[in-house]
């Protein structure tokens, strides 16, 4: 037995019977001295419905896992390299098999015996987006034994790392020389540097800005460092709850198994005790025909003893002329 074994079984259960196995299986390692390996078992968390259902779609269609990662990776590698156009066709074809994925997982669950609601065909499809957008979401969604749905973040945080600035040098040849160059993809974010710095590409000669404008565009900067910190901190307080959560679970399953080992023993003893009650009747009713046995042997050899004293009177008695 070891634990990406009993996983893979435990994983591919029902919601249901999760625990019940589990608690079975961490008992059986536990008997057999694998303590460590009992630790291990008890820990594994029982699978959110919206969790189940992605493992479902991955174990029951494991065809349909690598499209989807490598579509992931083309996205990611489009967002690098800052592709605009072939971006905006993969994420619509993402948009496709998401949704057709989503669809069938839905029903994948309605024959397992487990129809799902909205609430939880939005968490399969939110895993689904997000198993593209990371690496390591994506391997953890091709294990099949996710506990909770994965959220999809905005943007592709691996590729993130990598990309290069995105602001277009100033020409090199002079503001005479009316120098080219590539231009990036446009950026939302960026766009009124862009209108600034196009101008200053095409005439050579930067355009001053009202002051409205220029207090406009601080302000907005302004309020988008503070959505993102804002949103830093909400991941990392999240993050930290989390890792909570999964320690008090941990802890949680391993007070199960030792419940369940407990229970078992329990079991066990009811049952040597109900063996040795059956086994003290049976001794008390053969010590009942013993006593019995006895009194009649008494009586036999009381009446035989008598017997024998009237035949040796008789014996004893003068024979008459």
Do not use: C
Request: cysteine-free; proline content about 7%.
């Amino acid at each position: 037995m070891d634990l990406d074994t009993v996983a893979d079984e435990l994983y591919a259960l029902r919601p249901e019977e999760f625990v019940a196995a589990r608690d079975l299986r961490a008992l059986a390692a536990r008997r057999s001295g694998e303590q460590g390996l009992a630790r291990e078992i008890g820990a594994l968390r029982r699978p959110s419905l919206g969790a189940w259902v992605s493992n479902l779609l991955v174990r029951r269609q494991p065809d349909e896992v690598p499209p989807l990662l490598a579509l992931g990776e083309e996205l990611r590698r489009a967002h690098r390299e800052l592709d605009g156009p072939r971006l905006r066709r993969l994420a619509r074809r993402q948009n496709e098999v998401i949704g057709a994925l989503a669809r069938q997982a839905r029903r994948l669950a309605g024959q397992a015996g487990h129809p799902v609601g909205e609430g939880v065909q939005r968490e399969v499809e939110e895993t689904l987006h997000a198993a593209p957008a990371d690496a390591d979401a994506a391997r953890a969604w091709a294990t099949g034994r996710l506990v909770k749905p994965l959220h999809a973040t905005i943007g592709f945080p691996a590729a993130d790392e990598s990309v290069p600035d995105r602001r277009p040098a100033t020409p090199a040849n002079g503001p005479g020389k009316h120098a080219r160059e590539e231009k990036p993809p446009r950026d939302p974010d960026r766009a009124p540097e862009e209108r600034f710095r196009s101008h200053l590409d095409r005439t050579g000669k930067e355009r001053p800005r009202s002051r409205p404008d220029r207090a406009a565009e601080e302000k907005r900067r302004r309020r988008l460092a503070e959505a993102r910190s804002r949103a830093r901190e909400a991941e990392r307080d999240l993050r930290a709850r989390e890792k909570e959560a999964e320690a008090a679970e941990g802890e949680a399953a391993e007070a199960g198994a030792r419940v369940a080992e407990l229970e078992a023993r329990v079991r066990e003893l009811h049952e040597r005790l109900r063996g040795a009650q059956a086994g003290q009747r049976e001794a008390r009713a053969e010590a009942q025909a013993a006593r019995e046995r006895s009194r009649r042997a008494d009586r036999a050899v009381r009446e035989a003893r008598r017997r024998a004293v009237a035949a040796t009177e008789r014996a004893d008695r003068p024979t008459a002329g």
